[in-house]
């Protein structure tokens, strides 16, 4: 299993907006996160900055991730919520989500 922390930002104007369709993710979404090999995702919001956090428990994360961005519903998902974010500068335009580099963990 290796851990994920990923971040960006929600735009202000829009924080309620992304919340509210959080409250209820299509379970067509949620099914394809689970086939992905993704567990305990979770997504926390300070201010305008979005922070996930993911456990991936698969052998092939590239193919996972093309897996889930091939997958239609998760297409219309994003189609919704990326309008909805930006990218932080750091990310350097290489994906949406920036990768954090993992300091600490205990179980």
């Known amino acids: ?39 305990n995702y979770t997504i926390f919001r300070y201010k305008t900055w979005l922070f996930a956090y993911f456990e991936y428990v698969g052998d092939d ?4 991730m093309k897996k889930m961005a091939e997958d239609p519903m998760t297409q219309k998902w994003w189609s919704l919520t990326d309008p909805m974010q930006e990218p932080v500068e750091e990310s350097g335009g290489e994906s949406w989500w920036a990768s954090m580099k993992d300091v600490f963990h205990i179980d």
């Open 61 to 64: 994360f590239p193919a996972d």
């Open 1 to 39: 299993m290796r851990r994920y922390g990923q971040v960006i930002r929600v735009k202000s104007d829009r924080i309620a907006d992304y919340e509210c369709m959080h409250a209820s993710v299509w379970p067509e979404v949620l099914a394809t996160i689970h086939a992905c090999n993704m567990r």
